[in-house]
């Protein structure tokens, strides 16, 4: 879920994951949330509004926020725990180099505004000036690739990391790039609230222009040109469905030949200046660097100069004076529906962990993290990699030799819970009186780190998200899943619950990642994390037939009235819930307590389940950010991560006694089962 990536106003309730908190004096807490539940939604009509009916009805959405609830907006209350470290560690005597001074000092001056606003657009002004001073395409592509080396992009996206047919070795690899609107279907739908976002943009491009001295009409007239070049490469631009084909997003190439084919964007010349000795690249999506070499000739130098002038003010708004951040929150409201910007330690809180976040991770886990969970979790996983052993065993479709190399697989995959085994260091010196220059400093440390990593084998003790952040992943290159400390705590998990709490909680998140190792783009990996075959041609055939039922029926589901979810792009994690439901049920039928019949607060083990399910998923969002993640996510927004799957679940029907009749009601025949 990187992408990785991906709550609760339940922020007492954090405090459950204190180390603080004392095991021998459990919490009193009710573990069914009764209150909440709106009998008059039948379970079977409408499960998810069933349990968060009356919720979701009363809460309110904060002005500075685009949703409220569980899972990302977890990371909210989250935030405000990173706040208190950050507030304390900022005021405190830190040893030189020490993480308290570093990330105490670049939060104390991104705090201090009046000298940030005091000095307007002066930091990036040299910047600009090495813009100006361009005066032909090599020099262009010059600025270009330096930019690369301060972590910023703008024609050109670059990635290290494993090879995708030998995952022994790192490797260079180049994607589609270069726009500003939120995916390349921005700029061709016509639909009123895509066009709403096209203005908005031109006006955002045109403001920073403004700002930096241009007049009205001028900005507005490099603002179109802007656009114009960025619709130019959209048409290029695979679609998010058509990125989900590893294989087809996999192209390694000689330098010599793309050299050859395009010479204008002059590949040597940019690996030697990013310092990278290759003699082949990935070029994930060569339709759109060939669409480049040939815009590259077609464009106007000057328009070029514009559009980097643009996608530079772009990466560095939101750390300039308070013009041009409310220039970006004005574009970024549009695509969200946020009304109110953060506070400014919010925002603060919010660069520091994108900046210094293993830095800041280690505070967060010394204060608030309890090894215990880390225990009690890796149980968990453990047992659910069983039931999902058990459940390849009891598949009708697939062939004995598949299954084989698949519990292979399954057994080869790497656990990482609560925080990395080696923490990531950041080579930098931070002054509290300097927040652009920090900020850029970080920058480049972020582009050294990862340039550094070609040709090597990967660190398989890296961590691709920070320990305090609410979310999970798995990696098909690595072979492994990920749960952060963020995420080992109510409601997804609590030591202090019943396993049947945990199960339908954590163990579904578990299921979750696990189930990504075998969905329709982790099932093109091997054991080792390479892009290989390990299925009999029938059994494969099979297996898409199945995803394509999922497909189908996501198609059908609706947000906001008529906007339909995408099957197609969704299918990964949708394949993934629907396998989570199954192999958490199953690993929960292995304890004690899912053996057992004894209710609580009122529910029997098996509705206990579902019910955290909902539970977990409880999520308002603006109609805004609804519309932008149906468009742009590849997770089926949460109503849909809760009903989707549970019209597909056996145990679900006979808990609550679903009937036809209820509009979630499928029969046997109907229910989708893959893994």
Not at 611 to 622: D, E, F, G, P, Q
Request: contains cysteine; proline residues 4%.
């Amino acid at each position: 879920m990187k992408n990785i990536l991906y709550a609760s106003a339940l922020l007492i309730l954090i405090a459950a994951c204190n180390q603080q908190e004392s095991a021998e004096t459990p919490p009193q807490r009710e573990f069914v949330s009764v209150a909440g539940i709106d009998p008059s939604i039948k379970p079977g009509d409408n499960f998810f509004m069933h349990v968060n009916g009356i919720w979701y009805d009363s809460v309110k959405i904060a002005d500075d926020q685009s949703g409220v609830g569980s899972y990302s907006f977890l990371n909210i209350p989250q935030k405000e725990l990173l706040e208190d470290i950050l507030e304390e560690v900022s005021k405190a005597e830190n040893p030189a180099g020490s993480i308290e001074q570093k990330v105490g000092d670049f939060y104390a001056s991104g705090m201090d505004t009046d000298a940030i606003n005091k000095r307007g657009f002066e930091p990036i002004k040299p910047i600009l000036e090495e813009i100006e001073a361009i005066s032909d395409l090599p020099s262009l592509l010059s600025f270009v690739t330096d930019e690369i080396k301060s972590n910023t992009e703008s024609i050109i996206g670059l990635g290290i990391s494993p090879d995708a047919e030998n995952s022994s070795i790192n490797i260079a690899h180049f994607s589609q790039t270069g726009l500003g609107l939120p995916d390349r279907d921005y700029f061709f739908n016509t639909d009123s609230s895509t066009i709403a976002i096209q203005n908005a943009y031109k006006d955002y491009v045109s403001t920073l222009f403004e700002l930096t001295g241009s007049e009205t009409t001028e900005a507005q007239r490099n603002a179109e040109k802007v656009y114009e070049i960025e619709k130019q490469l959209a048409q290029s631009h695979k679609t998010r469905i058509e990125r989900r084909i590893v294989k087809e997003n996999y192209h390694k190439m000689s330098v010599a030949e793309l050299n050859q084919k395009q010479p204008t964007i002059g590949w040597s010349t940019m690996l030697e200046q990013l310092g990278l000795n290759a003699d082949s690249v990935d070029v994930r999506q060569p339709a759109y660097y060939e669409t480049l070499n040939k815009m590259l000739k077609s464009v106007p130098l000057s328009d070029w100069k514009i559009y980097v002038k643009a996608h530079t003010l772009d990466s560095f708004a939101e750390v300039l004076s308070k013009p041009f951040e409310d220039a970006s929150f004005d574009y970024q409201k549009v695509i969200n529906g946020q009304s109110t910007q953060l506070t400014r330690a919010k925002q603060m809180v919010q660069k520091v962990d994108r900046q210094l976040g293993f830095a800041l991770g280690q505070l967060y886990v010394k204060r608030y993290f309890n090894e215990d969970a880390k225990k009690r979790v890796l149980d968990l996983v453990n047992n659910l990699q069983k039931a999902f052993e058990s459940r390849i065993n009891q598949l009708d479709w697939m062939s004995d030799s598949t299954k084989t190399q698949a519990k292979e697989k399954l057994y080869a995959i790497t656990k990482k819970i609560g925080y990395p085994d080696e923490w990531r260091e950041y080579d930098v010196t931070i002054d509290p009186t300097k927040y652009f220059e920090n900020v850029l400093a970080l920058r480049k440390d972020q582009s050294r780190y990862q340039l550094d990593k070609f040709g090597k084998a990967p660190n398989k003790l890296e961590w691709g998200t920070t320990p305090s952040t609410v979310t999970a992943y798995y990696n098909p290159s690595l072979n492994e899943i990920v749960f952060p400390a963020g995420i080992l705590q109510y409601p997804y998990f609590d030591l202090y619950a019943d396993d049947a709490i945990n199960y339908g909680g954590i163990g579904m998140v578990i299921g979750h990642e696990l189930t990504h190792a075998f969905d329709d783009q982790g099932a093109q990996y091997d054991k080792d994390g390479n892009v290989k075959n390990w299925w009999t041609a029938e059994d494969y055939e099979k297996f898409k037939g199945k995803t394509q039922q999922l497909i189908e029926r996501y198609d059908t589901f609706t947000v906001l009235d008529s906007v339909h979810v995408k099957g197609a792009m969704t299918i990964g994690e949708n394949t993934a819930d629907n396998g989570a439901l199954y192999i958490a049920y199953e690993a929960f039928k292995l304890t004690e307590q899912g053996q057992d019949t004894t209710k609580i607060d009122g529910y029997t083990p098996d509705q206990r389940f579902c019910l955290s399910i909902a539970r977990i998923w409880r999520v308002k969002t603006r109609d805004e950010f609804l519309r932008t993640y149906v468009n742009t996510n590849s997770h089926s927004p949460a109503v849909w991560r809760v009903n989707g799957p549970l019209m597909n679940f056996d145990p679900f029907y006979a808990a609550f006694n679903i009937q036809p009749g209820n509009l979630n009601y499928k029969s046997e025949e109907e229910r989708i089962k893959i893994w």
